[in-house]
């Protein structure tokens, strides 16, 4: 498989698994790869019109087999670390193959819960006194 393929069966092979990842998460109030995102003052990443809801990068670093393979059909093939393949072709008698690194990251805003009372604090200040353990 030539980079030019590898490259771009690279980007709709995830391109496709943030689409049906949105798909199927759709009523579960979890975003992937949300549009509207505003910078915390300590550096996080928010939803801001979904009550400050953190964004989670989930970072990948994947290792990806590159595949050549010639037969009928002589398609090229990516696998995942030897368990996915996406893309194929027809059996064949010899195969090239390179190894890959791949890292990329997917923001996703998980569903989140209130904040039970006896968690939040009483003081007016917004932090509760700390009891010292001896």
Partial sequence: MN??????????????????????????NIIVNPEK???????????RKDGWRYVQNLDFDILVTAEDKE???GKGELKVAGLL???????????????NRLKFTIPVAFST????????????????????IK
Avoid at 37 to 47: H, M, P
Avoid at 117 to 122: G, L
């Fill in 37 to 47: 995102t505003e910078i915390g003052k300590t550096g996080e990443k928010l939803l």
């Fill in 71 to 73: 037969g009928i059909n």
């Fill in 113 to 132: 819960t209130s904040t039970p009372e006896e968690y939040k604090s009483k003081s007016r200040g917004g932090i509760k006194s700390a009891k010292l």
């Fill in 85 to 99: 393949s996406i893309g194929g072709g027809a059996n064949s008698e010899s195969s090239n193959q390179n190894q």
């Fill in 3 to 28: 980079l030019k393929d590898f490259i771009k069966n690279t980007i709709a092979s995830i391109s496709e698994a943030i689409v049906e990842s949105q798909e199927e998460l759709k009523g579960k």
